[in-house]
């Protein structure tokens, strides 16, 4: 996890502008930074903010090579495959540094080849100084962040967070916007001689489901073509394993919950194969006697970790609340909510663990159809194409929620369940088989770990609770804490003038309102591209919050 930024044809002369909207994304890399000016390249910058991964001593951006010194590379990513593309290609790295893979792809393969071809996540821009161009990439589920802002009169900026762009949008004249790139997307952009730059085309390469191009960590034909759990553990297990390459201490979040639950088990049983020098350490948070920290309690020692449990009050709601807006740069409610808990986490990770690198469990409800509304699908067909569309957009909701929280506290974020191989192998399985079954969510994820001693029994089957109740209580859950909250933030009156302020995805609460005035505050304009829409279970008649308490199905309503 890094920060990258650049900016291309702005004509500005001052520094101080550069630095300080450069500086409002530090936060994601604190080791080093760097802001790169070539004078050949008029009115133009690149900038990266490192943490440090891998390769601590040839890592620093932008990347040039001996061979290619005239590419440029800015990466924020973890490419797993890289090795394997050296081998198959013969390539000659000049760093241990994984995004390198990069440069040799665009420069022997050609740029259609670069994405394509890359086992990991990634948001990119490279300059190509001899051709006079830059490319721009996003990994097919947006795992790692990326804004554009783009204008009519050949300026182009990118930046991991948009926070990093709003600033100079600002000082720009013209029609802009500022927007989030497009997972599973290239774009490619001719550099022009007075440093402007000119669109050429944008490419899809990856959606949903789709088979990837490159060769994976587990042959094809080494499935089984009638052990489909056995499949799905394999693939699962290899998912794990590749994202083990770090210099830096790994951990993992654990709530309790079937997702954190398995990623958690089988980082412990892949660091003893590896033998890590340290004991994994795993992280829990929750009010005082919250069902997620009694569960994840169990889990920690049932696998052995150096277990944190980290106990909250609303205190710590109410003071972080606005924070937590600012950097994850949404309104959305559900999003909001969810983030809360796992930011106050990852605070404390930073301040008092040497743990860098975090696995986490993010995507296994959006693929094994683990929401509650899932149990609501009119039929299986239904409930697939419902997964693609939470896939699809995850970049914008528990994606984004997952890398804000985390890329605050300078943590990098991995997340197995959003493995391209894996990904493809579960969503290519006949739609009934992924459906709840026997008012079980993601029975067939559970059903694969099954009899694998790897997680109690209770935990591989625990129904999934509504993350609100999962870290406070049954009696009082975290939207109705927050609701107390706004509630002396936010007036009578100033609800009543809501719809003539937002047009766009207009709040109906007093905490939907404040999300969205402490947001404005921030991102001004940004409304309809960085939130498209509220995230809400479908097929519930009747629901306008996004809580499973209120879906029929969800039994801790009391």
């Not at 894996?422 to 739609?431: A, E, G, K, M, R």
């Amino acid at each position: 996890m890094c920060g990258i930024w650049a900016l291309f044809g702005l004509d500005t002369n001052s520094l101080t502008c550069i630095c300080d909207n450069f500086a409002k994304i530090s936060h994601r890399g604190p080791d080093a930074f760097k802001i790169e000016h070539d004078s050949r390249v008029k009115n133009s910058y690149l900038g990266f903010h490192r943490l440090s991964i891998v390769d601590s001593l040839c890592g620093m951006q932008p990347i040039r090579v001996f061979k290619y010194p005239l590419l440029y590379l800015l990466c924020n990513g973890e490419i797993y495959n890289c090795k394997r593309v050296k081998e198959e290609y013969n390539f000659e790295y000049s760093t241990k540094c994984d995004v390198e893979v990069l440069i040799h792809l665009y420069a022997s393969q050609g740029l259609d080849s670069v994405c394509k071809n890359l086992d990991g996540v990634f948001a990119f821009c490279l300059l190509d100084m001899e051709k006079k161009k830059i490319l721009i990439g996003r990994d097919p589920y947006g795992v790692r962040p990326l804004f554009r802002l783009a204008t009519k009169d050949g300026q182009l900026a990118v930046c991991s967070e948009s926070k990093g762009l709003v600033g100079i949008a600002k000082i720009l004249k013209g029609d802009y916007v500022v927007e989030p790139f497009p997972p599973g997307t290239y774009e490619e952009y001719n550099l022009l001689d007075n440093g402007q730059v000119k669109f050429v085309r944008a490419k899809r390469f990856h959606e949903p489901g789709q088979k990837p191009s490159f060769l994976p960590l587990v042959p094809w034909k080494d499935l089984s073509s009638k052990d489909i759990e056995g499949n799905i553990r394999k693939l699962f297990e290899a998912a794990i394993e590749k994202r083990l390459m770090a210099d830096r201490r790994i951990g993992c979040l654990l709530s309790g919950g079937l997702d954190s639950s398995l990623v958690a088990a089988l980082l412990v049983k892949y660091a003893k194969l590896y033998n890590f020098k340290y004991k994994v350490q795993s992280f829990s948070i929750g009010m005082e006697g919250s069902p997620d920290t009694l569960a994840a309690r169990q889990v920690a020692d049932h696998i052995g970790t150096d277990h944190h449990e980290i106990i909250i009050t609303e205190k710590d709601i109410k003071d972080v609340l606005d924070d937590v807006i600012y950097h994850l740069e949404t309104f959305d409610i559900t999003t909001v909510r969810a983030s809360i808990g796992m930011y106050l986490l990852a605070r404390y990770i930073q301040k008092n663990t040497d743990t860098t690198v975090i696995f986490s469990g993010e995507g296994a409800d959006e693929l094994a159809q683990g929401y509650i509304y899932f149990k609501d699908a009119p039929n299986a067909f239904d409930g697939h194409t419902e997964s693609l569309r939470l896939l699809k957009d995850i970049y914008l909701y528990d994606g984004l929620r997952a890398d804000r929280t985390t890329s605050a506290f300078s943590l990098e974020l991995r997340v197995p369940f959003l493995d391209l191989q894996f990904t493809n192998y579960y969503l290519s399985l006949d739609p009934s088989l992924r459906q709840p079954k026997d008012g079980v969510e993601k029975h067939l994820l559970r059903s694969s770990f099954d009899g694998t001693g790897l997680l109690p029994t209770n935990i591989l089957w625990r129904e999934k609770e509504a993350f609100s109740d999962g870290v406070t209580s049954v009696k009082k859950s975290l939207f109705q804490i927050i609701g107390e909250i706004v509630k002396d933030r936010v007036n009578d009156e100033e609800l009543e003038t809501v719809l003539e302020k937002y047009h766009h995805c207009p709040p109906k609460t007093k905490e939907s309102y404040y999300y969205r005035k402490v947001f404005e505050s921030h991102y001004d304009g940004c409304a309809e591209h960085f939130v498209p829409y509220f995230w809400m279970p479908k097929w519930v008649k009747g629901v306008t919050d996004p809580s499973a308490r209120f879906i029929s199905h969800y039994k801790n309503k009391e």
